[in-house]
């Protein structure tokens, strides 16, 4: 995949440090590349529901952002990225140290693009805690 922007990843950190939330969970930008990124959140007991396990609500917005900054990569220099609609699928208990959400567009259009993105635990190793299908839109001030 080529990106439009040639700035394209400068941009995507920019974006990615104003995003309050991600900051107050503690998540971090881990590796941008063209239709690909990779956030890390840490374990924080402060997001967990009734069983000790992160929120699904939590592991939602990790693969939300990581989702819709895959496809902001891809998109111009004067767009921002808006989620349409997206489908979490929770396949096992979030628990663990550290998790990784990786994301890649499946599909980038010049408004509208597909996404999908997996969520691991360092618990399990490469089974996958959660998976996202999401749909995002370039957006222009």
């Avoid at 080529?2 to 394209?8: A, F, K, S, V």
């Avoid at 895959?70 to 998109?75: G, H, K, N």
């Amino acid at each position: 995949m080529t990106p439009t922007d040639p700035n394209y990843e400068q941009k995507t950190r920019e974006s990615f440090n104003r995003q309050s939330v991600m900051r107050t969970i503690g998540a971090t930008l881990e590796s941008i590349k063209p239709g690909g990124i990779t956030i890390e959140l840490p374990f924080n007991g402060q997001y967990t529901q009734q069983n000790d396990f992160m929120h699904a609500g939590i592991i939602s917005t990790v693969l939300d952002s990581a989702c819709g900054y895959a496809a902001f990569t891809l998109m111009p220099a004067d767009a921002d990225v808006l989620t349409v609609e997206f489908k979490v699928n929770l396949l096992r208990p979030a628990k663990g140290k550290l998790f990784t959400a990786k994301a890649r567009v499946v599909k980038a259009g010049r408004s509208i693009s597909v996404t999908e993105a997996s969520l691991f635990s360092s618990d399990y190793g490469e089974k996958e805690v959660a998976t996202m299908s999401a749909t995002m839109m370039a957006i222009y001030a």
